[in-house]
């Protein structure tokens, strides 16, 4: 799925309009209908519906539903904000059916002493200021936002404790107050704290950093009927990768193939302490499909890798403990290096000559990546398509630090079109950058997956798919579906309390089983 800036989006709603052909105030009443549908599915009547509205589009659609809602029998009120801005069009068309309908009480205000007495339980709608908005609230519509947020908490009288009440918020498209993409110049304070986001056709991009999940809440895409032309001839650089996007780029295999019709990978991990990262990330690279694999460890890693994973073959290196020499490169389609790897010198100029030698893509974490951070003149040695993995940490180390979530993500993808590598940021929408300039968001995955190990798990994965022919960009980004798909399938039966890195391992193959590929052409 593409995403979209909210100047995109903007426009995305003209094409509609001018090319489906659709009136304004129509579009405005059809996505209205999808916020009232999802409010009646979740709500009863026994449940008093407060509106705030604006007078932009955003408060035309919640002048709408609050008209249908009433026509549902639930029990309304509308408080307009009066901020000197006139109605007009389509907002004004629906304030106009409203004051018709005669069912709602309706208010203009322009004071916080006219807020209205919210009781708990009450639901709160919030339709004051869409995806439009370009700088920061202030004045009379902060001193709302902010007694709305002030509603969802309380002090304790006796105890001197900050305890949650059971008001439930609704914010329409996007919270307000929210920006759709960049908020590091915005009053955070002055931002909707929603408990649900009912946004339209697509996430906005902001919903996908974890600094505002307390701003979005739950979120949920409702359709719109944007126009499909409009949408396909809108470039982006952003997207959100759901089980249909991976379905189509995993390939189908023959009846005649063999294990080295599957590629061989090399995996370098594992020192003393740490071999139980080798052994994840080797498991996770046979479960993902690869024809043959082979792992190098430390010499006294021999009989943990032989034991624990007898399909791998093994490769000791003269070292009892760490990483120093590498096996001859040749028969490799892939490398993999760094799950519980350590910093020790000598592993360092390892992967020094690793870098000098390489030939093929590497997949890159942990231990490697922070060795990388420490001697950034090694990474132009890379071989290009190569496919980073760090944590926010890691990523931090290796480009510095980051004002927000956006400015993190550019920094991500500029580091990609340098070097000519993908990085994989890992975190709850894992992010995939490209050489390119494109940057793919992760939609599968929970919070079970918080746990040690699943980093390991990840780049097993990536590599099986990297060593058996896959472009880069298609290895990193399936296989952090796949990953996350395994986790969600686990957490059904362990939780996402006891959730480890080891039953991601045993559902990759249903997750593969979800995306029904067939085994034959």
């Known amino acids: 799925m593409k995403l979209f800036t909210t100047k995109q989006t903007a426009k995305l709603d003209k094409f509609t309009i001018e090319n489906e052909p659709i009136d304004d105030i129509d579009l405005m009443e059809r996505a209205a209908m999808q916020i009232t549908n999802w409010l009646i599915h979740k709500f009863s009547t026994e449940q008093k519906i407060y509106v705030f509205a604006g007078a932009g589009n955003n408060g035309g659609d919640a002048l709408a539903v609050a008209r249908q809602l009433a026509n549902l029998d639930y029990l309304c009120e509308v408080y307009l904000l009066d901020l000197g801005k006139e109605l007009k069009s389509s907002p004004a068309i629906n304030w106009q059916r409203l004051a018709g309908q005669n069912k709602v009480k309706c208010s203009k205000i322009n004071n916080i002493n006219e807020f209205p007495k919210i009781q708990p339980g009450d639901i709160i709608l919030d339709g004051m200021f869409g995806s439009g908005l370009s700088r920061p609230l202030g004045g009379f519509a902060s001193e709302i936002v902010q007694r709305i947020n ?34 590091s110049v915005n009053i955070l304070e002055n931002i909707v704290q929603a408990d649900y986001t009912l946004t339209f056709q697509f996430p906005k991009i902001s919903f996908l950093f974890a600094e505002n999940e307390k701003y979005v809440g739950i979120w949920e895409v409702l359709p719109i009927g944007l126009h499909p032309d409009g949408i396909e001839q809108t470039l982006s650089k952003f ?11 995993i390939p189908t295999r023959s009846r005649f193939s063999h294990k080295g019709t599957f590629g061989h990978a090399l995996l370098i991990a594992g020192s003393f302490g740490k071999m139980g990262a080798a052994v994840l990330a080797s498991k996770a690279c046979l479960r993902a499909g690869v024809g043959l694999l082979t792992s190098h460890v430390p010499k006294m890693g021999y009989s943990i890798i032989q034991t624990a994973v ?28 760094g799950p519980g790897l350590d910093q020790k010198q000598n592993s360092c100029r390892a992967l020094y000559s690793l870098l000098e030698l390489a030939k093929v893509p590497l997949v890159v974490d942990a231990d490697a990546l922070n060795i990388l951070s420490e001697n950034r003149d090694w990474l132009e040695k890379l071989p290009e398509n190569s496919i980073l993995t760090p944590h926010p940490g890691e990523f931090k180390r290796l480009v510095g630090e980051s004002t927000n979530s956006y400015d993190q993500i550019q920094k991500q993808i500029q580091f990609s079109k340098e070097y000519k590598v993908v990085l994989v940021l890992k975190g709850a929408f894992t992010s995939v950058s490209t050489p390119g300039g494109k940057l793919y968001f992760n939609s ?10 699943s980093g390991d798990v990840l780049t097993g994965i990536i590599l099986g798919l990297l060593a058996q022919g896959w472009t880069s960009e298609n290895a990193a980004i399936s296989g952090v579906y796949l990953h996350g798909a395994a986790g969600g399938l686990a957490v059904v039966e362990k939780s996402e309390y006891s959730l480890i890195a080891s039953d991601l391992i045993e559902f990759i193959g249903r997750a593969f089983l979800t995306l029904k590929i067939d085994s034959t052409k």
């Open 150 to 183: 002030m509603l969802k908490v309380s002090r304790h009288p006796t105890q001197n404790r900050v305890t949650t009440n059971n008001y439930t918020i609704v914010a329409i498209d996007i919270p307000s107050g929210l920006m759709g993409e960049d908020n």
């Open 239 to 249: 997207f959100f990768i759901e089980k249909e996007d991976i379905r189509k780029r």
């Open 310 to 337: 007898p399909e791998a073959m093994a490769s000791v290196d003269q070292h009892d403990s760490m990483f120093t020499e590498f096996p001859n490169l040749t028969p490799f389609s892939a490398i993999g290096i």
């Open 444 to 453: 599968s995955g929970n919070p079970g997956m918080a746990t040690g190990g």
